[in-house]
């Protein structure tokens, strides 16, 4: 009992200087370099690396090619591909039963979509 008001007291502390630690949120601007996005040179390698595995010509998971640029952009205009990669709750998450892709990776597929999937 002597020990349990201090211990108490010491775990509120720790508690209270654990919610104020800040956030380190990830600088996409400077960790990442969006200015020359190149679909060929810049996404599909991303995509080839990440996806290929499951979406490619031949036998693709749910019926969704990922490995040449008229496919992806249908699938980048109706939603699915940045919302499966994003993980915003209405597509399944992507890459399948793998962690999320980092986020320079989704910044440079964000800035392609962005930019109307020009074919570069
Ligand atoms: C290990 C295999 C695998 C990998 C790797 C993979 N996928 Fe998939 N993908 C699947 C399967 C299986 C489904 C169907 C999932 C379901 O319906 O629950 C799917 C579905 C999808 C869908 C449709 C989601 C929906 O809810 O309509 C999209 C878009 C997609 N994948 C994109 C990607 C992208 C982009 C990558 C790479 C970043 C990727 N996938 C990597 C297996 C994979």
Redesign the pocket.
């Known amino acids: 009992m002597k020990f349990f008001i201090p211990a108490l007291i010491l775990s509120c502390l720790l508690a209270l200087s654990c919610r104020h630690k800040p956030v380190i949120q990830p600088d996409i601007n400077n960790a990442c370099d969006t200015t020359n996005v190149s679909y060929r040179k810049s996404v599909q390698p991303i ?1 080839n690396r ?2 290929g ?3 490619s010509s031949g036998d693709p ?2 019926g ?1 090619i ?1 490995d040449n640029y008229k496919s992806v952009r249908i ?1 980048a205009a109706e939603g ?2 940045y919302g ?2 994003t993980r915003n709750g209405e ?2 998450p ?5 962690p999320k ?1 980092d986020v320079c990776s989704i910044a440079t597929i964000h800035h392609r979509i962005m930019e109307g999937m020009k074919d570069n």
Do not use: G, K, R
């Open positions: 995509l990440n996806c595995s499951c979406h998971a749910h969704i990922l699938f699915s591909l499966a990669i597509y399944a992507m890459p399948y039963d793998a892709l």
